[in-house]
């Protein structure tokens, strides 16, 4: 429903002279006219106080090649976004950089770290993570709630392009722009743009470092990565490791 109904404020918006609240409210879901920007690797982003506190979390919880990645995977979504216009109409900014920026705080491998967990997806902790941040800056605790759970889905689902490609454009978004790390540019986005943000944020040691962080998980929390993209490298890497699905397994306690 509400993918069918936003065009059609949108539309009202422009082609009436009535007042359509959608854009009204700095702290409702939907696109962020006026917003303030800045430019990174000769790309517009959103930049407001709660996005800034998101990029200074991330580089503090994140070490410098997840840092980058989550720079990269910002870059690469705003870069999508900007070559589709229905994308460019709807895309809330601000959802899309915070969850962006944030994805990935479920990596911290600091032994205090506030946001890992030793049981929960790592997927799940940036979500909590990211919802308690929002929650308690300033400017997020104004937020309205749809906007939290985007940030929320967007980064529990990141890892889950068949789930997360058909939720909202915003969560969607978010999992194509962090996907094109991995798979390269796409999307509309061309080589001399992606290539244009590599220069910016060079992956240099970033597929070991990636390597490092899946044996880590599978290592620490291995029951969280049973059944994820993860487990191939709990299968290779790390004795004991034990995923194996079977049907005797689902059916055990069936009732
Ligand atoms: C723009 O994005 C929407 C949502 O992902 C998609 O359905 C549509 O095909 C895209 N348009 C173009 C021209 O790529
Ligand atoms: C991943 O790390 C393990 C353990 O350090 C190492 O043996 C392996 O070669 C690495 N794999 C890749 C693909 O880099």
């Known amino acids: 429903m ?9 539309m009202l918006h422009i082609t ?11 702290n409702t879901a939907g696109p962020r006219p006026n917003h303030p920007v800045k430019t990174i690797a000769s ?13 200074d979390l991330a580089h503090t919880h994140n070490d410098e090649h997840a840092y980058k990645h989550v720079m990269r995977s910002w870059l690469f979504g705003v870069l999508l976004i900007s070559h589709n216009e229905t994308l460019r109409r709807t895309i809330d900014l601000e ?14 491998k600091s032994p205090t770290s506030p946001f890992v967990s030793p049981d929960r997806r790592f997927e799940v902790d940036g979500a909590i993570a990211s919802r308690n941040f929002i ?9 309205e709630e749809r906007r939290v759970q985007l940030v929320w889905d967007a980064i529990a689902l990141h890892t889950e392009p068949r789930i997360a490609w058909f939720k909202e454009p915003d969560v969607e978004v978010v999992q194509k722009g962090i996907g094109m790390d991995f798979s390269g540019p ?36 291995p029951q969280s990565t049973y059944e994820t993209f993860i487990q191939p490298w709990g299968d290779r890497y790390v004795a004991g490791y034990e995923a194996q699905q079977t049907i005797d397994g689902i059916f055990r306690n069936f009732p």
């Open 186 to 221: 796409g999307f509309g986005v061309t080589r001399q743009e992606y290539d244009a943000v590599l220069r910016e944020f060079p992956t240099r040691g970033f597929r070991d470092n990636l390597n490092g962080t899946m044996i880590w998980l599978c290592q620490t929390k």
């Open 135 to 143: 929650r308690s800056h300033p400017h997020g605790s104004r937020w």
């Open 2 to 10: 509400h993918l069918n109904l936003l065009p059609l404020l949108v």
């Open 95 to 108: 959802v899309h950089a915070v969850a962006a920026l944030l994805h990935d705080l479920g990596w911290d």
């Open 43 to 55: 790309i517009k982003v959103i930049d407001t106080p709660l996005v800034r506190a998101a990029q």
């Open 16 to 26: 009436s002279s009535a007042h359509v609240h959608i854009h009204a409210h700095a």
